[in-house]
C-alpha cells in the first residue's frame, strides 16, 4: 500500500505543475482531465500527510514513554494509545481511498424517470420522484438542467430527463437506476384501496464529444411539432427533434426547448450518453463481471426500492434497509438511503481485496 502511495504523491506533484502550464490550461479538455485527477488525489495525499504526521508522533511519543517515570509515564502512555488509535483509523481511511475508482466518478450523470406499470399512477409517481431527485440534488449541492418532459394528463410524466451536474453526480445518483414501486391509494381510486404502481430510473453517465463520436450517416433526424398533455399542439413551428440511432436503434426526442438546433443538442447528449452506458455495459460482461459487481445491479428485472404511503416507510431491497420517514425522503432527505448504499459498494470492495 505505502509503495502506490509513493508514487501517487510523484503523480500529484506532476498534476500540480501541469495545472500551472499554461500549454494545459490553453487545452480545455486536458484541463477538465487534469483537474478531474487532481480533485481524485488530493484527499488521498491528505490522508497520507495525516498518517506520516501521526507516524512523526508516535515516534517522539515512544521515545518520551521510554524515559518518563510515574504520573508522567502514565500521561504519555494515555498519549501514546490515542496516537495508534488515530494511525489505525487513517490506514483504514488509506484502504477505502485507494479502492479502484469508478471510471464514472466525476461526470455528470443524465437521470430518465418513465412511468411504468399502473397507467397513470405510475405517471404521477415519475413525477413524485423527478421531483425528489431535484431536491435532493439542490441540497447535496449539486446542480440540475431539465432536458426534456412529456407531461400525461393528470399531471404526471411519461417521461422525463434531466442532467445532475458536479463532481459527486455519479457517486451518489448511480444506485438510483432500476424500478420504484409506490404503494399508496391512487387519486383515480373511489374505493380508497391501495394500489401498487412503478416507474423506472435509467442513470446514465454523461459522455463527451470525443469519447462517443457519431457519424452523420448513423442517424436520422426526424422534425415535428411539439406537443401537450393529450396531444395538442403547444408550438406552431415543427422545433420538436427525434434523433434515430441507425446501428443500435436508439431513440431519443426532445420537445422542450423552441428551436430544433437546441432540442437537437439536447438529443444527441443523450444519446451519447445512452451509446457510452451500452458499450461499458458491454465492456463490462466480457469481463465476466457484468452485474455482480453493482448494487442491486439497476436491471429491469428486479425492483431496487419501494416506498409504502400507509406505513410512512421506503425500504431499500438491495441492502435490506428500512425507513420510516417517507414524507421526508420525498423532500430530497436521500441521505441515509445513498450513503447507506454507497458504504454497502466500499464494504463489498474491501471484502473483495482482502479475499485477493
Known amino acids: 500500500m505505502f509503495e502506490r502511495l509513493g508514487e501517487l504523491v510523484t503523480e500529484y506533484d506532476d498534476i500540480l505543475a ?43 511519543a515512544r521515545e518520551m514513554y521510554a524515559e ?35 471510471p464514472n466518478d466525476g461526470r455528470n450523470v443524465i437521470v430518465e424517470i ?48 434531466l442532467m445532475v451536474k458536479g463532481q459527486e453526480a455519479w457517486a451518489r445518483f448511480k444506485h438510483e437506476g432500476g424500478p420504484h414501486r ?9 374505493q380508497g384501496r391501495v394500489h401498487t404502481s412503478a416507474a423506472t430510473v435509467t442513470v446514465l453517465p454523461e459522455a463527451e464529444d470525443l469519447e462517443v463520436q457519431i457519424e452523420d450517416k448513423d442517424i436520422r433526424v426526424d422534425v415535428y411539432r411539439s406537443t401537450g398533455p393529450g396531444g395538442q399542439s403547444v408550438n406552431t413551428t415543427d422545433s420538436a427533434v427525434r434523433v ?3 446501428p443500435t436503434g436508439m431513440v431519443v426526442a426532445m420537445q422542450d426547448e423552441k428551436s430544433q438546433i437546441q432540442n437537437r443538442a439536447k438529443a444527441m447528449q443523450v444519446l451519447r450518453a445512452r451509446l457510452l452506458k451500452a458499450e461499458q455495459d458491454r465492456q463490462t460482461a466480457e469481463m465476466s463481471l457484468a452485474r455482480r459487481s453493482q448494487v442491486g445491479g439497476g436491471g429491469r428485472a428486479e425492483k431496487v426500492r419501494t416506498y409504502n404511503y400507509k406505513d410512512n416507510r421506503v425500504t431499500d431491497h438491495r441492502i435490506g434497509l428500512t425507513v420510516h420517514k417517507l414524507d421526508r425522503v420525498l423532500m430530497g432527505e436521500l441521505d441515509d438511503l445513498v450513503d447507506a448504499l454507497m458504504a454497502d459498494e466500499r ?8 479475499a485477493a
Open 244 to 246: 434515430t440511432h441507425l
Open 114 to 161: 418513465r412511468g411504468a406499470e399502473g397507467g397513470e399512477e405510475a405517471n404521477l409517481f415519475a413525477r413524485d420522484l423527478f421531483e425528489m431527485y431535484q431536491r435532493y440534488a439542490e441540497r447535496v449541492g449539486l446542480q440540475i438542467e431539465v432536458l426534456a418532459t412529456d407531461p400525461s394528463p393528470m399531471g404526471g410524466f411519461n417521461e422525463a430527463t
Open 182 to 190: 409506490v404503494q399508496r391509494v391512487p387519486v383515480t381510486e373511489s
Open 68 to 102: 518518563a517515570e510515574g504520573a508522567d509515564r502514565e500521561l504519555v502512555g494515555s498519549e501514546l494509545e490515542g496516537i495508534q488509535k488515530h494511525l489505525a483509523d487513517l490506514e483504514e481511511q488509506l484502504k477505502v481511498l485507494l479502492l479502484p475508482r469508478d
Open 18 to 60: 501541469q495545472l500551472s502550464d499554461p500549454a494545459v490550461i490553453s487545452d480545455q479538455r486536458r484541463l477538465r482531465e487534469v483537474s478531474r485527477r487532481h480533485h481524485e488525489l488530493e484527499p488521498v495525499i491528505a490522508a497520507y500527510n495525516a498518517y506520516s504526521a501521526a507516524q512523526a508522533d508516535l515516534e517522539v
Open 347 to 354: 464494504a463489498r470492495q474491501l471484502a473483495g481485496a482482502g
